[in-house]
């Protein structure tokens, strides 16, 4: 495992303003980086993320000044304890708690489970496919997919319905038995555990864990900040920032759209929806924390995108791209890009469909739901079979999102700032059109 380092204070790009970022300490850095690596390698699934609750439950545990509650979906919410100053603003970094896994159905044989799988993974990957199955005693179970179920059933709500999920049997290594699995029970592709190879985060589930542990990471650097200012009076307009994180995304948004309907949120509330979105060549790995537009489905609250950008700009130093008229090395050391990564579809949509105004900043991903080699394979142009492999996401753009996210806990603007730039260029030179 690499040793992380914070970097070097930015330099102000001739073009730019001068860049406001607060480097985190070696130490802040270290434990934010451990408790990524420990969350990405928690086995979860749509519907089973009782392991990532339990990890988040003995975080908070250490955190008497943070409570933690429950919607009827299960949710989590979590914010400081006490009353926040009057007109503060409410502020949520959201994180889904499941990624693409297994699901214990059904116990056909001592040797054989019928799994389901509750996501998005194209079907080629799944041929012979190597699993692991946890126990309720936390005991890995070896197993190989053998086949897919044809018309899979399920109970539901007490009967048997159609499965709305892929089915598969899976036979146990030798030497291995069902006596102690149970339905229910997750198994997740047999994976190594994270760690970090040359500034790259390798693990089995970045999407959405590494998210999660950096919204973790902002809010305690937040919390530890309004502590050190508890001997100042809270002042009116600050911002009261909160956690929510849900369930089920693989499978459809269950979660998010659970805590709409159940109002978990308060109506004025602003979303920051937290993702890891696949990396494509104008969206690189290593580039940065991405301010995300938009996803496949809709376009994201236009003031809230626009707040976080101006945050990131401030951050930085600059913008995320250079004009025509300026150089490449004009861009700042502090990298983060805006973009609409339309390769997936993201909870702020939901989020927004529900009247909040809501946006989405993303980590770009590699291997996106442990799919390698994805972009031949939809091409049909691979020249190995399909194989699942770690999730990988860069460290830089890990510190850049937990630098980020703490920006906008500090200060996120409700003002439009393109109205003060279309302002000044009509003040500038309206008279070329003779006005």
Same mark, same amino acid.
């Given at each position: 495992?690499?040793?992380?380092?914070?970097?070097?204070?930015?330099?102000?790009?001739?073009?730019?303003?001068?860049?406001?970022?607060?480097?985190?300490?070696?130490?802040? $850095?270290?434990?934010?980086?451990?408790?990524?690596?420990?969350?990405?390698?928690?086995?979860?699934?749509?519907?089973?993320?009782?392991?990532?609750?339990?990890?988040?439950?003995?975080?908070?545990?250490?955190?008497?000044?943070?409570?933690?509650?429950?919607?009827?979906? #299960?949710?989590?919410?979590?914010?400081?304890?006490?009353?926040?100053?009057?007109?503060?603003?409410?502020?949520?970094?959201?994180?889904?708690?499941?990624?693409?896994?297994?699901?214990?159905?059904?116990?056909?044989?001592?040797?054989?489970?019928?799994?389901?799988?509750?996501?998005?993974?194209?079907?080629?990957?799944?041929?012979? #496919?190597?699993?692991?199955?946890?126990?309720?005693?936390?005991? $890995?179970?070896?197993? $190989?997919?053998?086949?897919?179920?044809?018309?899979?059933?399920?109970?539901?709500?007490?009967?048997?319905?159609?499965?709305?999920?892929?089915?598969?049997?899976?036979?146990?290594?030798?030497?291995?038995?069902?006596?102690?699995?149970?339905?229910?029970?997750?198994?997740?592709?047999?994976?190594?555990?994270?760690?970090?190879?040359?500034?790259?985060?390798?693990?089995?589930?970045?999407?959405?864990?590494?998210?999660? /542990?950096? /919204?973790?990471?902002?809010?305690?650097?937040?919390?530890?900040?309004?502590?050190?200012?508890?001997?100042?009076?809270?002042?009116?307009?600050?911002?009261?920032?909160?956690?929510?994180?849900? $369930?089920?995304?693989?499978?459809?948004?269950?979660? /998010?759209?659970?805590?709409?309907?159940?109002?978990?949120?308060?109506?004025?509330?602003?979303?920051?929806?937290?993702?890891?979105?696949?990396?494509?060549?104008?969206?690189?790995?290593?580039?940065?924390?991405?301010?995300?537009? #938009?996803?496949?489905?809709?376009?994201?609250?236009?003031?809230?995108?626009?707040?976080?950008?101006?945050?990131?700009?401030?951050?930085?130093?600059?913008?995320?791209?250079?004009?025509?008229?300026?150089?490449?090395?004009?861009?700042?050391?502090?990298?983060?890009?805006?973009?609409?990564?339309?390769?997936?579809?993201?909870?702020?949509?939901?989020?927004?469909?529900?009247?909040?105004?809501?946006?989405?900043?993303?980590?770009?991903?590699?291997?996106?739901?442990?799919?390698?080699?994805?972009?031949?394979?939809?091409?049909?142009?691979?020249?190995?079979?399909?194989?699942?492999?770690?999730?990988?996401?860069?460290?830089?753009?890990?510190?850049?999102?937990?630098?980020?996210?703490?920006?906008?806990?500090?200060?996120?603007?409700?003002?439009?700032?393109?109205?003060?730039?279309?302002?000044?260029?009509?003040?500038?030179?309206?008279?070329?059109? #003779? /006005?």
């Amino acid at each position: 495992m690499s040793t992380p380092t914070s970097p070097t204070t930015p330099t102000t790009p001739s073009t730019s303003r001068t860049p406001t970022l607060t480097i985190r300490s070696p130490e802040q $850095r270290a434990e934010h980086l451990r408790w990524l690596l420990d969350v990405t390698s928690i086995p979860t699934a749509a519907g089973r993320e009782d392991r990532v609750i339990a990890w988040i439950h003995r975080w908070l545990a250490e955190r008497p000044h943070l409570e933690l509650t429950t919607d009827p979906a #299960g949710n989590l919410h979590v914010r400081s304890r006490g009353t926040a100053a009057e007109g503060a603003q409410v502020l949520y970094f959201t994180a889904h708690l499941d990624h693409p896994a297994f699901v214990v159905e059904r116990i056909v044989s001592p040797e054989v489970v019928e799994l389901s799988f509750r996501g998005g993974v194209m079907e080629d990957y799944f041929k012979d #496919g190597a699993v692991s199955i946890l126990n309720g005693a936390d005991t $890995r179970l070896a197993a $190989r997919i053998t086949e897919k179920v044809q018309d899979p059933m399920i109970s539901a709500h007490g009967m048997m319905r159609g499965s709305p999920f892929g089915h598969y049997l899976a036979e146990l290594a030798a030497g291995r038995t069902t006596e102690t699995l149970a339905v229910g029970d997750v198994g997740s592709w047999d994976l190594p555990r994270a760690e970090v190879i040359d500034g790259i985060v390798h693990t089995p589930a970045c999407d959405d864990l590494a998210a999660l /542990a950096a /919204a973790i990471s902002a809010f305690d650097v937040l919390m530890e900040e309004k502590r050190d200012a508890q001997s100042d009076k809270a002042q009116t307009g600050e911002m009261d920032v909160r956690l929510l994180f849900t $369930r089920a995304e693989e499978i459809g948004f269950i979660g /998010a759209i659970a805590a709409c309907r159940h109002k978990t949120m308060p109506a004025g509330a602003r979303v920051i929806a937290l993702e890891n979105s696949r990396s494509f060549a104008d969206s690189p790995i290593g580039g940065g924390p991405i301010v995300r537009v #938009g996803d496949r489905i809709s376009i994201f609250s236009p003031s809230l995108t626009d707040a976080i950008a101006k945050r990131a700009e401030e951050i930085a130093g600059g913008p995320a791209s250079v004009r025509a008229s300026e150089k490449l090395s004009d861009l700042p050391k502090w990298k983060w890009q805006r973009k609409l990564m339309a390769g997936g579809a993201c909870e702020a949509s939901v989020f927004c469909d529900a009247g909040y105004e809501a946006t989405c900043v993303c980590l770009p991903l590699g291997n996106y739901h442990n799919m390698a080699d994805l972009d031949a394979v939809q091409a049909r142009t691979n020249t190995r079979p399909p194989r699942i492999e770690r999730e990988y996401i860069a460290l830089s753009d890990y510190e850049g999102l937990v630098d980020l996210l703490v920006a906008c806990g500090q200060k996120l603007s409700r003002i439009n700032s393109v109205r003060p730039l279309v302002e000044k260029l009509w003040g500038d030179k309206r008279f070329v059109v #003779g /006005a």
